[in-house]
């Protein structure tokens, strides 16, 4: 029998990347995508185990599974230190810190000057 792609094999390694790409969209874009890819990884896993033989792609899946799983903890990562931002700091923290960064910025430029 001919040998043939696994069926999300390209998939997951599209997905895996893409949810590294976009961990910094608040860490939602990030997560979901990392969720699909493992899914379908696990999904195409159980297909390979069950006859490796009749697969070529299986190194596209691993590895866009460890990328999906990168992406999970990256976008969870990023998803708690915008929660941990939004409600300790506040948007009045935020806003104050962005103005000493400004105001700090200001006097080194007119500092080389």
């Known amino acids: 029998?001919?040998?043939?792609?696994?069926?999300?094999?390209?998939?997951?390694?599209?997905?895996?990347?893409?949810?590294?790409?976009?961990?910094?969209?608040?860490g939602f874009v990030g997560l979901i995508l990392g969720v699909i890819a493992v899914v379908l990884?696990?999904?195409?896993?159980?297909?390979?185990?069950?006859?490796?033989?009749l697969y070529l792609n299986y190194k596209n899946l691993s590895i866009g599974k460890i990328l999906g799983i990168i992406g999970i903890v990256l976008s969870s990562l990023f998803l708690i230190v915008v929660l941990y931002a939004e409600i300790f700091v506040g948007e009045a923290g935020l806003k104050k810190f962005q103005d000493n960064l400004m105001e700090k910025a200001k006097y080194q430029q007119e500092q080389n000057q």
Not at 16 to 21: H, K, R, Y
Not at 41 to 53: G, R
């Open 41 to 53: 990884a696990n999904k195409d896993l159980k297909l390979y185990q069950e006859s490796p033989e």
């Open 1 to 26: 029998m001919e040998k043939r792609n696994l069926p999300n094999g390209t998939a997951v390694l599209v997905l895996g990347i893409m949810s590294i790409v976009t961990c910094c969209c608040y």
